[in-house]
C-alpha cells in the first residue's frame, strides 16, 4: 500500500491537475475580491465590499468543501477505468482494498494542500483588499473549515470508492451527487411532513452545514461554534469516514475490471 | 518435472447466462512460451484476465506458481508482468515519467532499472516523450517496458505485437526468445498473427467458444503438423487408384489440374514419384510441403473441432 501511495504521490505531483485546480480556485476566490474591492472604488456606498461579506459566502456553504474535494477527486482518478492503469495495479497483485485506501489517503493530503492554499489566498487577499473587521469572520471561517473537513474527507472517500468501482465516469458522478446532495435535499423535503425524515436530515451535513448557519451582512454565527454543534460535525464526519471507508472496501473487494 | 507456474483445472467464467470460459484446463510449465490460439471471443482475453485477477472465477480452480488461495495469488502476482487488452499507462506522463510510476508502485529499487528496460525495448531515446503522443507501436512498446519491471518470472501478454511495425515485431519476438532463454522468463501470450506465434511458442493451447480445445507442444505439434507431398501427374484418377493399392492406409486429397496432395505417413517422397514412373505416368510437379501452425488452425476449424 506504501508503494501505491508513493507511487499515485508521484504522479498527482508532476502532473498538470492538481496545480490547474488550484490555480482556478485560487483565481476564482482572488476574483471575487478583486471585484469586491474594484466596486467599491467605483461606488463609495457599496456596502458589500467588506472582509465579513466575503468570507460569509464560504462560511454560509460551507458544503462547498466537499464539491471541491469531489472535484479534485474527479480530476485525479476518473479515467482510470479507461486508460487501464487499474488494471496494471490489479495485474501486479495490489490488493483492490489497498489501492482504494491508498487512494483515499492521497485524495485527502492533495485535497488538504491544495484547501490550504485556497484558503490562505482567499481569506488573505480578502483582508488585504477589502474594509471591515477580519478578526471574527476569520475566526469563523477557520473554525467552520476545521470542523466541517471530517465531513469532507468523507465526500472525498465516497468520491475515490466510486469512482474506483463503476466502470463509467458518469455513474459515479451521478451516485456522488445522489448520495452527498440528492438524498439530504429529499430527506430535507420530507422532513416537513415526516419527523423520522427530519431527524435523519438534521445529521446530513448537507444539511446541517448549511441550515443551521447563520450568515449574512451583519455577521455569522456558524453551527460549529457551539458545543453541540461542533460535536455534530464531528460525529458526521467521522460516521461517513466509517461508513464510506467500509463501503468502499466491500464493493472494491468483488469489484471486476 | 518442471514447476507448473499457471494451472487451471475446470476454470469457468460466466458472464450473465454467456460462458465465456467452460471448465479449462490449462498448465503453463517454467521456461514455456506459451501461445494461445483462438478467434475473437474464444476466451484467451477472459482467460489471461483471470490469471492476471482482475476478474474472479465462476467455478474451478485456478493456481500461480502453485498456490491457488487468493491472498497468496495476490502475492505471487508480485512475480508476474502483464499487458491486457491494451497497456495501460497515463497519457499525460512522459515515458520515463510513467516507468518511474510504476518502478515505485512496484517497490523497485534503483532508478537505473527504467533506463535498461527502456534499452531493451527501443524507447531509450524517447523518454522525455509524453506517452499521450505516441504511436500504436511505441504504446505497445511502453506496455511491455512497463510489463517487465521488476524482473518479472511470467509474462502475461495479450496480443503483445498488436501494432507494431515489422521490424518492431522482429525486435519485440527476439527479446521475448532472449527473456525466455536467458531469464528462463515463462510467457503466456495471445496473438492473431500465427505465423508470429509459431516462431515464438513451446506450447499452444487451442480456444473455441470457450473451451480448450486441445494443448500441445510445439514439437508435438511439428510432427502432427505431417508434412504432405503435392504432385501434378497427366493422369491424376490412375494414380488415386494406385495409392489406394500402397500398403497401409495413404491419405490423399485429389485437388483440381490433376494434382494430389498426399498426407506422408513414414513414406519417402522417392515412394510416390518411383509409384507414378514404374506405372507410366507423367510428373510435371513434386513438392514437399510442411503444414503452418495457421493451416493447422484452419483445418482443425474446417474439421470442425475448433
Not at chain 2, 495469488?73 to 499525460?92: S, V
Not at chain 2, 527476439?174 to 515463462?186: A, D
Request: with cysteine.
Amino acid at each position: 500500500m506504501m508503494n501505491y501511495m508513493k507511487s499515485e504521490w508521484y504522479r498527482i505531483t508532476h502532473s498538470r491537475e492538481i496545480y490547474v485546480i488550484t490555480a482556478i480556485l485560487c483565481g476564482v476566490t482572488f476574483l471575487l475580491n478583486a471585484v469586491l474591492a474594484l466596486v467599491a472604488r467605483a461606488d463609495k456606498n457599496f456596502p458589500y465590499a467588506t472582509v465579513n461579506f466575503s468570507l460569509n459566502m464560504l462560511i454560509g456553504s460551507m458544503p462547498m468543501l466537499f464539491v471541491a474535494g469531489g472535484v479534485i477527486v474527479w480530476r485525479l482518478f476518473a479515467d482510470e477505468n479507461e486508460i487501464g492503469t487499474l488494471k496494471n495495479a490489479i495485474a501486479y497483485g495490489i490488493p483492490r482494498h489497498h489501492i482504494f485506501m491508498a487512494k483515499c489517503v492521497v485524495s485527502i493530503a492533495v485535497s488538504l494542500l491544495s484547501l490550504v492554499m485556497v484558503a490562505a489566498l482567499y481569506a488573505g487577499s480578502a483582508c488585504l483588499l477589502l474594509e471591515g473587521p477580519a478578526e471574527e469572520p476569520l475566526k469563523q471561517l477557520f473554525s467552520g473549515i476545521g470542523a466541517s473537513l471530517l465531513c469532507a474527507f468523507s465526500a472525498v472517500i465516497l468520491a475515490v470508492g466510486l469512482l474506483q468501482y463503476c466502470s463509467k465516469q458518469s455513474s459515479a458522478f451521478g451516485w456522488w451527487v445522489i448520495i452527498i446532495i440528492g438524498v439530504p435535499a429529499a430527506l430535507a423535503f420530507a422532513g416537513m411532513k415526516y419527523e423520522i425524515a427530519a431527524r435523519i436530515s438534521a445529521w446530513l451535513p448537507w444539511n446541517f452545514l448549511r441550515l443551521e448557519t447563520v450568515a449574512n451582512m451583519s455577521g455569522s454565527r456558524g453551527m460549529w461554534t457551539t458545543p453541540e454543534g461542533l460535536m455534530k460535525c464531528l460525529i458526521a464526519g467521522i460516521a461517513g469516514i466509517v461508513i464510506f471507508t467500509f463501503a468502499g472496501i466491500t464493493m472494491c473487494k468483488k469489484q471486476e475490471v | 518435472m518442471k514447476e507448473c507456474i499457471i494451472r487451471a483445472d475446470g476454470l469457468t467464467k460466466k458472464y450473465g447466462s454467456f460462458t465465456a470460459l467452460d471448465k479449462v484446463d490449462i498448465q503453463v510449465k517454467r521456461g514455456d512460451i506459451y501461445g494461445l490460439v483462438g478467434d475473437n471471443g474464444a476466451g484467451k482475453t477472459t482467460f489471461l484476465k483471470l490469471v492476471t485477477g482482475q476478474i474472479f472465477p465462476d467455478g474451478g480452480e485456478l493456481a500461480l506458481f502453485g498456490e491457488h488461495l487468493p491472498a497468496q495469488m495476490e502475492k505471487n502476482r508480485k512475480r508476474t508482468g502483464a499487458i491486457i487488452e491494451a497497456p495501460g499507462f497515463y497519457p499525460q506522463l512522459t515515458i520515463g515519467q510513467n516507468m518511474e510510476y510504476y518502478r515505485r508502485q512496484k517497490g523497485i529499487p534503483g532508478k537505473a532499472t527504467v533506463d535498461e528496460i527502456l534499452e531493451l525495448t527501443g524507447l531509450a531515446d524517447k523518454k522525455g516523450k509524453s506517452a499521450g503522443h505516441l504511436s500504436m507501436g511505441m504504446k505497445q512498446r511502453l506496455g511491455l517496458a512497463i510489463a517487465m519491471i521488476g524482473e518479472p518470472e511470467l509474462l502475461i501478454l495479450d496480443e503483445p505485437i498488436n501494432g507494431l511495425d515489422p521490424s518492431g515485431i522482429i525486435e519485440i519476438r527476439n527479446l521475448f526468445l532472449r527473456l525466455n532463454e536467458e531469464k528462463n522468463i515463462t510467457i503466456i501470450l495471445s496473438s492473431h498473427i500465427l505465423p508470429e506465434l509459431e516462431q515464438l511458442a513451446t506450447v499452444y493451447g487451442f480456444l473455441n467458444k470457450g473451451c480448450l480445445v486441445e494443448q500441445i507442444s510445439a514439437e508435438s505439434l511439428k510432427e502432427r503438423c505431417n508434412s504432405f507431398v503435392e504432385i501434378q501427374v497427366d493422369d491424376a484418377e490412375r494414380y488415386a487408384v494406385l495409392l489406394d493399392k500402397l500398403p497401409g492406409e495413404v491419405k490423399y486429397q485429389v485437388l483440381p489440374d490433376n494434382n494430389i496432395r498426399i498426407y506422408q505417413g513414414e513414406e519417402d517422397s522417392i515412394v510416390y514419384s518411383r509409384l507414378a514412373s514404374e506405372n507410366n505416368i507423367g510428373i510435371y510437379k513434386l513438392e514437399q510441403h510442411q503444414l503452418t501452425l495457421e493451416q493447422y488452425y484452419m483445418n482443425t476449424k474446417k474439421r470442425g473441432q475448433l
